[in-house]
């Protein structure tokens, strides 16, 4: 049985995601101690729950931000100039970032929720949805709002913190 369902997911979100987003906003003011250990912990009991093949929303509905040697190795690998690979598949956001033109990703196997480019993909993709690396704090708390609502992970991860910190 899949483990993502998005059409309940986004359902999901909808009813509940002030709440969700209310709860990190307390936290993001007043943090138990452990916080880092418990999101640790909720993190590694999530990816036993969601496989990603199931899901691909990431690569669906939002995208990446391409560096420098992202673009190179890229563009390298598909045989085109960088200013070809920009100009077919990238636009500059207003913060000067280089993103994918259109959702869909470009490189998504839409029958397979595979990436066409998976050894070469963005070091963004690589790193989303950035549990382990992003701190639960003011810099980075405003990153795991958003992403509750594209990311059945991530969405996984703020209930279980919830239920732990409640349970105290
Ligand atoms: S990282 Fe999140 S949004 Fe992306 S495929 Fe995995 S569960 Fe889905
Ligand atoms: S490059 Fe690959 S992993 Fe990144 S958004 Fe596109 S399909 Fe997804």
Partial sequence: MPTVNLRSF??????????????????EKKQPRNLEQIKLEADKQTWKEINCLDCANCC??????????????????LDMSEKDFRKKWLYKD???????KKQPCQFLDL???????????PRDC?????????KMNADYMHMFKQNIEFCPATYNLVEK????????
């Fill in 94 to 100: 207003r913060t000067g970032d280089w993103m994918n």
């Fill in 111 to 121: 029958k397979t929720n595979m990436c066409d480019i998976y050894e070469l993909r």
């Fill in 60 to 77: 669906k509905t939002m995208s990446p931000t391409y560096t420098v040697q992202d673009v190179k190795r890229i563009s390298k690998h």
């Fill in 126 to 134: 690589a790193g989303f949805p950035h549990h382990t690396k992003k």
């Fill in 10 to 27: 986004k359902q999901i979100v909808k009813h509940s995601k002030r709440s969700i987003r209310n709860f990190l906003t307390r936290l």
């Fill in 161 to 168: 913190i919830k239920e732990k910190v409640q349970e105290k």
